[in-house]
Structure formats: C-alpha cells, structure tokens
C-alpha cells in the first residue's frame, strides 16, 4: 500500500469513527490528510469505496494479528488473560477502531454484523472452548453461557475503549490514555471475576 493511500485511511477511519459515514465529507478527509479532493479520488474512487477500504483495513489488520494471538495464548498459563488483553490492545491502540465498530454496528447493522462474525469467529471459539473446560474442571461460576459471555465481553471491550474520553470527562481526569489504563483494568477484573470461583483462581493482574 502506497504512503498516501495509508494516510488516507488513517484518516478516514478517524473522522468516519468520529462524525459518522454521512456526516464526514471526501473533502473533510483530503483537507486532514493535506491534498486535494482529485488526489484523494485518485486514491479511492467514492466515499463508499473509500468506506469498503477503510473497514477491509480494521478487519484485516485484526485477521494479520489473529494466528500470533492465539499461538501466545497456547503458550502461556492465562489464557483468559491473554485472549481478554489481545482483543482490547487490538482496540485500545486504535481507539477510533472501536468507535467505528459501533457506529458501523448501529448504522449498518447486517451487513456490519455478518462481516464482524467472520472477522473474530476464529477468537471466539477459541475463548467459548476454554470456558467450557474451565467448566469441566469446576473452575467457573455454574450457570455461565460460554457463547454468550464471549459476546458480552466483546461488547464491553469495544464500549469501554470507545468511551474512555467519557470516563476522562465525567471524572475530570486530565490524560484520557490513564483513564482507558483504568478502565482495561476493572474490565478485565469484573470478566475475570464474573467467569471464575474465587477459591484456587490465581487473580494476580486480573
């Protein structure tokens, strides 16, 4: 991919994840990136090619990280903690790819929906069959449904990372990147704590 086209959809993901598909304008994006609307339809022929582009991007970036982030979780001892972290650093270190997420799921939620599900279906399935055998070995809290736990967690990684500006804001905290520190942290305690006895669970960084 050419350094141009890159910057294009850095940019694109940004104001599209900020001000929504139809409230963001090609020449918005061509004055952020700092060329002329032609150049940018050089690029990318339309807004909606530009729209395709930029959530191919955020999927396929998620599918290049997948093989690395499932041969780390069979390779250490946490594997709730390390499928938990993979998916909310994945977020995290792009902010505006979450908030894109959940504008894409509100605005288009079908075709958002079934594109998703292809993207993290390999993740999920590996964290649903873990937790059924933390089930088999009595080690998680009766009556939790491995599918939809995996699916609440999503949800709540993609909204907490989304709404660390909020939680800055609301509390008056001067670095929004200590409070999305915060905010990883007691996710990943309240998934951890809500999937597993207590008694003979290590809980060190949980």
Request: charge should be neutral; proline fraction near 3%.
């Amino acid at each position: 991919m050419s350094e141009s086209k890159d910057r294009i959809l850095k940019v694109a993901t940004r104001r599209f994840a900020a001000d929504g598909f139809d409230g963001t304008s090609l020449s918005h994006i061509a004055d952020d990136v700092g060329m002329k609307k032609p150049s940018l339809l050089y690029h990318f022929a339309s807004k909606d090619a530009l729209r395709e582009a930029v959530l191919n991007d955020v999927l396929c970036q998620w599918q290049t990280r997948l093989p690395a982030i499932l041969a780390r979780a069979h390779s250490v001892d946490d594997r709730f903690g390390a499928l938990f972290d993979a998916i909310y650093d994945f977020f995290s270190s792009d902010p505006a790819r979450a908030l894109l997420v959940l504008r894409e799921v509100v605005d288009r939620p079908t075709e958002t929906r079934e594109r998703l599900a292809e993207a993290i279906r390999p993740w999920a399935v590996i964290v649903s069959s873990s937790i059924l055998a933390e089930r088999q070995a009595d080690r998680i809290h009766h009556g939790v449904d491995p599918e939809a736990y995996v699916v609440q967690s999503i949800v709540a990684i993609v909204g907490s990372v989304a709404a660390a500006d909020f939680g800055a804001a609301l509390f008056g905290e001067s670095s929004t990147a200590d409070w999305r520190h915060r905010q990883r942290s007691e996710a990943r305690r309240i998934a951890r704590f809500s999937l597993f006895k207590q008694t003979g669970v290590q809980t060190k960084n949980g």
